[in-house]
C-alpha cells in the first residue's frame, strides 16, 4: 500500500467517512467519541483487519447512528460512504422473503400448499415420495434440500431439468418438514416459483414488490445499474488468493467480487434467451441482493412500523409478526445447528436466542434478543439484527476480511470476533449510550 493510499485509510479510520448521527437522548459525546474509536479499532487491526466497514444502529424506532470506515475500491483508494452498496450474501434471503409474502398477501401463494404445481413440476423427495414440500418448508430450511449437487445455474439450464434426476439435491434420512438444514438451493427455488407466479423476471420483481416502494437503491442485477450505483458498489476482498486458502494479513487486498473499478458489471450470460420462470437462481435470490446500510435501515424502520414506510402501506402487520415468529426451535436431533450458528428460525428470518451458550447471542453479555439475518461470502461479513418488540436494531456490513475466521473465531458466539466486536459497540454505545 503506497503512502497516499495509506493516509487515506489513515483519514477514513479517524473519522473521515461521514458524521453519525446521534440525538442527544440517545447518548452524549463521549459515547459516541469511543464508539468511533472502537470501530476503527476493530478496522485497522494490523493483525486482522477489514477493507471496509459500513454500519447503522436504531434506537426507539429511530436511527441513532450510521457511520463509515475504510475503502470501496483499494485500488482507488474510494471511501466506503453512505451511499456504498455491498453485495450482502444471505440477508438477501431475508429481503427476497419480504417480496414473497406480499405475493402471499395478494393470494397467489400459499404457505402450506404443494410448491409443485407453481414451479411446473413435480417437488418431491424422491425418498419421501408422499410428502409435498411446501413454501413453509422451503422457508424454514426444512424442506430437506442440500446443496450437495449446487444451488446455482445459468440462463440455458431450467430447473426442471436439475430436478428431473431426483436424488443429488435431497436428503434420504429426513423428509419435508422433519429436520433444519441450511440450504441455499430453497431460495433458488423460492426465486423461480415467483417468476412462474408473476411472468416477471426476479430482479425487476423485487424492485416491484420491494425497492421501488421503499425508494432503496440498488438491487439483484448490477447490469441495470445506474451509473452512479455502479460507482459506489463496493468491491469485496479478501487477502487471500480467489483460487488458495492461504492467507496473508500483511499482504495485499485480493479483489473476490464486484471488482467495478477493473471491469463493469455484465448481465449474467444468455439472459437474452432467458425464459422467464425457467431458472430463477440466475439472479440469486440466495445472496445477490447489492444495497447499503442506510437502505437496509429503511427496511428495518418498515418492519418496526408494522409494514407502513412514509404513510404507504407494504406488508401488513400481521404478515410480518409472523414471518418473524418461532416456526423452528433446535432440540436434540431436529436439526443441524451449524456449529452453533443457528437455534430459531422464522419465515425466512432467523432468531438470534439471547440465552448464555447457545451459541447465536450476538452482544457481550446479552440483552439483544432478535430476529434477522446474516450473510458471509467473498470476505464480505454482513449482519441484519432487529428487535421488534424494543425497536432497536443493528446493521453492519463489513467489506473484506484480512485473516481466515476459522483463525479469529468468536469467544461467546458462532460469529466471526471482528462482528462480536462491532455488533457489541454498537449496541453498548448507540443503542444503550453508554460511555463507560
Known amino acids: 500500500m503506497g503512502s497516499g493510499m495509506r493516509a487515506a485509510l489513515g483519514w477514513l479510520l479517524a473519522g473521515g467517512g461521514g458524521a453519525p448521527v446521534m440525538p ?97 413440476f413435480p417437488l418431491r423427495n424422491p425418498h419421501f415420495p408422499q410428502r409435498a414440500v411446501t413454501l413453509r418448508h422451503l422457508l424454514t430450511h426444512t424442506s430437506s434440500l442440500r446443496d450437495d449437487a449446487g444451488y446455482f445455474w445459468g440462463a440455458d439450464t431450467r430447473l426442471a431439468d436439475v430436478f428431473a434426476p431426483g436424488g443429488a439435491m435431497w436428503a434420504s434420512g429426513a423428509g419435508p418438514g422433519g429436520y433444519f438444514s441450511y440450504s441455499n438451493l430453497n431460495w433458488g427455488v423460492i426465486g423461480t416459483l415467483m417468476e412462474r407466479v408473476t411472468g416477471e423476471r426476479f430482479d425487476r420483481l423485487m424492485k416491484r414488490l420491494l425497492l421501488a416502494p421503499l425508494g432503496l437503491r440498488g438491487g439483484y442485477n448490477t447490469a441495470e445499474f445506474t451509473a452512479e450505483e455502479v460507482a459506489n458498489t463496493a468491491t469485496l476482498y479478501r487477502k487471500r488468493g480467489t483460487d488458495t486458502e492461504t492467507w496473508d494479513p500483511s499482504g495485499p487486498w485480493i479483489a473476490q467480487a464486484d471488482d467495478f473499478g477493473a471491469k463493469p458489471p455484465a448481465a449474467p450470460p444468455g439472459l437474452a434467451r432467458y425464459a422467464v420462470g425457467g431458472n430463477g437462481t440466475l439472479f440469486s435470490p440466495t445472496g445477490g441482493l447489492r444495497i447499503s446500510a442506510a437502505d437496509l435501515g429503511g427496511i428495518m424502520l418498515m418492519l418496526m412500523n408494522k409494514g407502513e414506510h412514509e404513510g404507504k402501506r407494504i406488508l401488513k402487520p400481521e404478515t410480518i409478526a409472523l414471518m418473524f415468529s418461532e416456526q423452528w426451535t ?68 463489513i467489506g473484506g476480511l484480512g485473516t481466515d475466521p476459522e483463525l479469529y473465531p468468536g469467544q461467546y458466539s458462532a460469529l466471526v470476533r471482528s462482528e462480536e466486536l462491532i455488533l457489541t459497540a454498537l449496541y453498548r454505545r448507540a443503542v444503550l449510550g453508554r460511555a463507560d
Do not use: C
Open 24 to 120: 442527544a437522548s440517545a447518548a452524549g459525546p463521549s459515547a459516541i467519541a469511543a464508539l468511533d474509536r472502537e470501530l476503527a479499532a476493530v478496522v485497522e487491526d494490523g493483525r486482522r483487519p477489514l477493507s471496509g466497514l459500513s454500519v447503522l444502529a436504531i434506537r426507539d424506532g429511530k436511527v441513532v447512528y450510521e457511520r463509515q470506515f475504510g475503502l470501496r475500491r483499494v485500488a482507488t483508494a474510494e471511501p466506503v460512504t453512505a451511499a456504498t452498496l455491498f453485495r450482502i450474501a444471505s440477508i438477501s434471503k431475508m429481503a427476497t422473503t419480504l417480496g414473497l409474502m406480499r405475493l402471499v398477501e395478494e393470494g397467489r401463494l400459499d404457505l402450506d400448499a404443494d410448491a409443485g404445481p407453481h414451479l411446473g
Open 330 to 397: 433446535h432440540k436434540e436431533g431436529n436439526g443441524d445447528t451449524l456449529r452453533g450458528l443457528y437455534h430459531g428460525w422464522g419465515l425466512g428470518a432467523q432468531r438470534f436466542i439471547d440465552t448464555p451458550g447457545r451459541g447465536n447471542r450476538l452482544v457481550q453479555g446479552g440483552g439483544f434478543g432478535a430476529a434477522g439475518h446474516l450473510g458471509e461470502a467473498y470476505g464480505l461479513v454482513s449482519t441484519f439484527a432487529v428487535d421488534l418488540d424494543r425497536r432497536n436494531g443493528l446493521v453492519s456490513l
